[in-house]
């Protein structure tokens, strides 16, 4: 069956805080097996699983040191068979991360490497000369502080874009490729059904003499040469009948079309970080709706003739979409729901998204566990600010928001054991439990929407088209097919807004029906007055 995941519904679970299933206060495989059927009730279609291989944790599971062995917190490679084979009894397929543009510094690959410039692993890595007073060059690393650490026995640095624990691998060496492929091929063979490829756009790196200019990531965002790799991993992924997905920062929308492209593409489809838009002082920022919209729109068109968009609002990387860009609302939780899930794309759900899970209140430093965030503030702090500052500067935007444990019950219903990170403290409020006995509740929302999308193919396939483009709170727009026409309408403001629909989706000789509305009582007529965060979707007879 080509293209299954055309119009499936992905859902991204975070295995340390969604279930933990032998109260050890850390989330784990049979955790998930457990929540199995509260997934199927949802109606996804797919799991993406964050890494679960062994790691000594610095990046919670991006720093690999054995890329086929299961960190044994999350269990075992027979709990992660059983989880498979579980999922597809129920029609769920299930997705790994596949984390190559660095393993862990823990990794034998790297402890060889680093035993001499003899070894035979030494150009599975980066080195070059250097001194403990001069790095090879000044580029900094996406988690502060130089790209560069020094190894005083062999005087020479290791390349990470990440953190030191990271070091990256050395993609130009066909021999680390070949190791990298065939573990991969060991992965589809164990019977996955793909990879969302981490950090893909950073494996190949300009030469070190590159002079940076105004871009910071620009030695290594998407640089020329990739495609020699992406086309070599293209291959394995071809023979397989399995979806890619690449997180790939810099690859613009417009090389985002050759990149997905059905024909010639190297994967299936992209996440883009670039809709994140931001708006305020750092501390105070929140997301700007104008920039979110405008961006998701430019992907939208770009991908329109030949690409596919991977679609998402939550991320265990960012903070919870309905405290940046809601207002912490059951209404705005799914009025922005229905923006993003009926656009051109797969839509991913992450965990707790589907009950308007919110960011975290925190009051003290003792509450984060990114090592980023953690590093973040003390940077803060040496910069003079009190400790209050430099923790409301840093928890802003901080990983950690997203990270707090899943929400199955009243008291929590995740562990009865201390969690590895403490709940959120609205658990009584927003859970799993409540809603699923609320009609009018999220994640009841979310079924119907699933469900919705998956009814007429125009969802899938149509064509987009942004209305009211220039509105600073309201994000409209159509899908249309051969067969049919839609019209989402969502406020994402908490403020009324009147408005003045298009004429032709109004037109009197035509009759609209009202598919789906997040308020009570929703008409459709030229002039209309849209609640807070109020969402309506129409179809066109
Ligand atoms: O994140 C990748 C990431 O943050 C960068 O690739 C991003 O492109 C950059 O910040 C530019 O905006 C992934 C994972 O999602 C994250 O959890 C990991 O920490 C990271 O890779 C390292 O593996
Ligand atoms: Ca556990």
Do not use: C
């Not at 005087?155 to 492929?181: G, S, T």
């Amino acid at each position: 069956m080509a293209n299954w995941w055309k119009n499936a519904v992905g859902y991204q679970i975070y295995p340390r805080s969604f279930m933990d299933s032998n109260d050890d206060g850390i989330g784990d495989l049979k955790g998930i097996q457990a929540k199995i059927p509260y997934l199927k009730e949802l109606g996804i279609d797919f799991i993406w699983l964050n890494p679960i291989y062994q790691s000594p944790n610095v990046d919670n599971g991006y720093d690999i040191s054995d890329y086929q062995a299961i960190n044994p917190e999350f269990g075992t490679l027979e709990d992660l068979k059983e989880l498979i084979q579980l999922a597809h009894d129920n029609q769920i397929k299930l997705i790994m991360d596949l984390v190559i543009n660095h393993t862990s510094d823990q990794h034998p690959w790297f402890l060889e490497s680093k035993k001499s410039k003899e070894n035979p692993y030494r150009d599975y890595y980066l080195w070059a000369d250097a001194s403990p007073e001069k790095m090879p060059n000044n580029w900094q690393s996406f988690f502060g502080g130089s790209t560069w650490t020094y190894d005083s026995s062999t005087k020479q640095a290791y390349f990470h874009v990440f953190a030191k624990e990271q070091p990256d691998l050395n993609w130009k060496n066909p021999a680390m490729r070949k190791d990298i492929y065939q573990m991969i091929r060991w992965w589809l063979d164990f019977g996955i059904d793909g990879f969302r490829l981490d950090a893909i756009s950073h494996i190949q790196k300009q030469p070190w003499d590159f002079k940076i200019t105004d871009n910071p990531w620009a030695p290594f965002m998407n640089v020329a040469g990739i495609e020699t790799y992406m086309a070599e991993l293209k291959e394995i992924f071809r023979s397989y009948n399995i979806m890619t997905v690449g997180e790939a920062s810099g690859v613009s929308s417009k090389s985002a079309a050759l990149w997905t492209d059905p024909e010639d593409g190297y994967i299936d489809m992209i996440f883009e970080l670039e809709h994140q838009v931001r708006t305020g002082e750092p501390g105070y920022e929140i997301g700007s709706l104008p920039g979110f919209k405008k961006v998701l729109s430019r992907w939208q068109k770009d991908l329109q003739p030949n690409g596919w968009n991977a679609l998402y609002i939550d991320n265990h990387d960012n903070p919870r979409s309905n405290s940046i860009f809601g207002n912490e609302t059951n209404e705005s939780a799914t009025a922005l729901a229905t923006a993003y899930l009926l656009l051109r794309g797969t839509p991913f759900i992450y965990q707790g998204q589907e009950l308007g899970m919110t960011n975290f209140p925190f009051e003290s430093i003792d509450e984060l566990r990114t090592t980023e965030s953690l590093q973040t503030y003390h940077d803060w702090l040496n910069k003079g600010l009190s400790q209050n500052e430099a923790l409301r500067l840093t928890t802003r935007w901080t990983r950690d928001h997203s990270r707090t444990p899943m929400h199955w019950t009243e008291l929590g219903g995740f562990s009865t054991n201390q969690p590895w990170m403490k709940l959120n403290t609205n658990t009584d409020k927003i859970n799993v439990a409540i809603q699923q006995a609320n009609p009018a509740s999220p994640f009841n929302y979310y079924k119907k929407l699933i469900t919705l999308r998956k009814s007429l193919p125009v969802f899938t396939s149509g064509s987009y088209q942004i209305a009211l483009a220039k509105h600073p709170s309201v994000w409209a727009y159509t899908r249309k097919d051969e067969t049919n026409e839609v019209f989402v309408l969502t406020n994402l403001s908490e403020k009324e807004q009147t408005i003045t629909l298009p004429n032709y989706w109004t037109n009197p000789n035509d009759s609209f029906e009202v598919l789906l509305t997040n308020y009570p009582n929703t008409t459709w007529q030229k002039k209309l007055i849209l609640r807070p965060y109020e969402a309506i979707v129409v179809k066109k007879h």
